[in-house]
């Protein structure tokens, strides 16, 4: 969590409480996500919030649609005008990273118990699952191939992230996510002529 002392220098803005929120939501859960949680982290009285924000339903959408902003935007910029190698290496960087595999487990567990979460969650990963399937074509996989096994990848995805969000240990722990995706996909090459077309 911030310091309150990073945030009093200045004036608060919407934006600060929603960062509050967010690392609230990776850390906590988004029970953890409560007013006079984040007023504390800020160093502020619960009042200032709604400066910002009618209720806590508009803070969870200012976060929801951060983060969908934010993955939207890197999709976007992971397009058709770069190699596949370098969209594949960026997917990974990415999906590797420790506190977005946080922000994900939490938004999932998130989803599991409301409706609108749960479909706004599902447009990105669809979009995910195509920016995989295109990797995957540009490097000879057949349509339906590709299609397989961008699922089986994002399979890989999720089952990595909720065991970390659950502090379980990875008995392939000594790879990281990023080289056990490439190996599952190197050995899907091998594949891909033959079992799933």
């Known amino acids: 969590m911030a310091s309150p002392a990073a945030f009093r220098s200045s004036p608060l803005h ?16 988004i029970d953890a ?12 009285s619960k009042g200032s ?4 924000f009618h209720d806590r339903a508009a803070l ?13 935007e890197w999709l976007g910029t992971a397009g058709h005008d770069k190699s596949a190698a370098t969209r594949w290496a960026s997917f990974l960087d990415r999906t590797a990273e420790p506190e977005r595999v946080r922000t994900e ?9 409301h409706a609108e979460v749960a479909s706004r969650v599902a447009a990105i990963e669809e979009k995910r699952l195509t920016l ?4 995957l074509r540009d490097i000879g996989f057949a349509l339906p191939a590709a299609k397989s096994w961008s699922e089986i990848a994002s399979l890989l995805c999720l089952g990595w992230q909720d065991r970390m969000t659950r502090g379980m240990k990875i008995p392939l722990s000594s790879r990281g996510l990023g080289d056990l995706l490439s190996e599952v996909i190197l ?6 002529s033959t079992s799933i077309e």
């Open 14 to 29: 919407p934006n600060d409480w929603v960062q509050a929120a967010l690392s609230r939501l990776r850390e906590q859960g």
């Open 132 to 135: 995989i399937a295109r990797v």
């Open 105 to 113: 487990g939490a938004l999932l567990a998130w989803a599991q118990n």
């Open 60 to 72: 969870l959408e200012a976060l929801l649609g951060l983060w969908e902003a934010e993955e939207l």
């Open 49 to 52: 919030f709604y400066w910002h």
């Open 187 to 192: 050995a899907a090459t091998a594949r891909s």
């Open 33 to 44: 996500v409560r007013v006079e949680l984040l007023a504390r982290d800020l160093g502020v």
